[in-house]
């Protein structure tokens, strides 16, 4: 899997994201691509902010049980998959906003980079490596990506 904390990996997914337009449709699914671009960030709010609240202890057991392994492995996500509630985006959003926001996300990533990553507290799953945060980050952009045909 690509590493989205090299700078090279980072500019092309930006240079993906670029390709987007308002009016760019999914080749599957529902999301509009404003939708998509704020369902994409709710990865890095996760990171960065407190937007989101935790799960409790027997949540966050279960997410560890059952969900980490499809989250942070190497294996491609489904179509049409299932997706937690606090990623559902059922609102319009608006596109340059929410574009932006993903790439200064993505930005901020990259500059942090591997070592501020490895062995840091993941909202949901625990600690997780900086391979299991890069497979996390890039594997979800590159799934919505190629949603969009870009």
Known sequence: ??????????????SRVNKLETTSQPIWGKMSVSQMLAHCNVTYEMVYTD????????T???????VKKIV???KE?????????QFIISDEKE???????LVDYINKTQ???ESEFDGKES???????ANEWNNSFYKHLDHHLNQFGV
């Open 72 to 74: 942070v492995s190497e």
């Open 1 to 14: 899997m690509k590493n989205i904390f090299k700078k090279e990996v980072t500019e092309e997914v930006i």
């Open 111 to 113: 500059q942090l980079g």
């Open 60 to 66: 966050k057991f279960m997410l560890k049980l059952f």
């Open 77 to 85: 996500y489904a179509k049409n998959g299932r997706t937690a509630s």
């Open 51 to 58: 937007k989101h609240p935790k799960p409790n202890a027997f």
């Open 123 to 129: 909202h949901s799953f625990g600690k997780l490596t």
């Open 95 to 101: 596109f340059e906003t929410e574009k932006k926001r």
